[in-house]
């Protein structure tokens, strides 16, 4: 069992040795082509009204390992707070590549969406068209309510199985506190959890503004709220998971190289939480379970 995790780490060491040779010796505009990755935009469900619900998903195609890291960003689930910094994280990441070598040579799988509340967006309104506030409606035990975050959740599920892929760490981005919000947690185990909290914490500070605060929801706005995705992602999936309140859409639009800068970044805490799990299982695991032993939430 302690060879499982030295032994993935050496496959992957290999492939990022390929993939930093690809980079050096070929164009930006190749080295999508070159490393087989893949984005893709799809098309998971519709509004009431009509409106496309889609994510762009990128992933490498070539990869050897069976369990999957993943990534997931999104964004508009409040539409007076949309930021469009997702959508353009999305059109990015092809330019961006070389500072996700590792972690798409770990098989990892970037899922961006955009406009979780497109009726929303459209008309800068906080709430669906039936007038709902979506992140109140992700509760562990119970189906969302709407029809834009049922059919989210159902999609990652699924397609997290597909990939046989665990999700590892999600940020859902608003608008405007100026803060980076993360689930109060109670660990029963060492310091795990917390330590990585606060690097991620500290790299956003170094990127992308060193005066935004963090801390809970009570911290920041003076009171707890229930059903956000910070803590679904948290205590469904064990994953270090964030809301970042920006400052307002076109200050935190100049910020945008900083943001994918913190990205980058952030791979290197996302494949040293994915190795730290690996070791959890036998090597006779290769498919993962739905959900991860993670710290537990006892009030968000």
Not at 30 to 37: Q, R
Request: aromatic share 12%.
């Amino acid at each position: 069992m302690n060879l499982f995790p030295s032994i993935y780490s050496i496959i992957r060491t290999i492939s990022f040795l390929g993939m930093a040779l690809a980079v050096f010796l070929i164009p930006d505009t190749a080295i999508a082509n070159k490393l087989k990755i893949e984005k893709q935009k799809i098309v998971y469900g519709k509004t009431k009204s009509g409106k496309d619900l889609y994510v762009i998903r990128v992933h490498k195609t070539d990869h050897k390992l069976p369990i999957r890291p993943a990534v997931l960003v999104t964004g508009g689930v409040h539409g007076n707070e949309y930021m469009g910094l997702v959508k353009e994280m999305g059109k990015l990441i092809d330019q961006t590549l070389p500072g996700f070598e590792e972690f798409f040579t770990s098989g990892g799988v970037m899922y961006l969406f955009p406009e979780l509340n497109p009726d929303g967006v459209v008309t800068k309104n906080r709430f669906n068209s039936k007038g709902f506030d979506l992140n109140r409606d992700f509760k562990i035990g119970r189906a969302p309510s709407q029809v834009e975050t049922n059919q989210f959740v159902n999609f990652i599920e699924k397609d997290l199985d597909k990939f046989h892929a665990r999700l590892i760490l999600a940020v859902d981005y608003h608008c405007c506190a100026k803060s980076l919000i993360y689930p109060e947690i109670k660990s029963k185990k060492s310091n795990f959890y917390k330590n990585h909290f606060d690097k991620i914490v500290n790299l956003m500070k170094t990127h992308v503004d060193p005066n935004y605060v963090s801390g809970v929801t009570k911290d920041i706005f003076g009171h707890a709220t229930h059903g956000t995705l910070k803590a679904y992602w948290y205590k469904k999936y064990g994953a270090l998971s964030f809301t970042y309140e920006g400052e307002n859409p076109k200050r935190e639009m100049s910020k945008l190289e900083g943001h994918m800068n913190w990205w980058k970044s952030l791979m290197n805490v996302v494949v040293d939480v994915y190795d730290n799990r690996l070791a959890q299982l036998t090597p006779e695991v290769q498919k993962p379970a739905k959900a991860l032993e993670g710290p537990t939430l006892y009030t968000e």
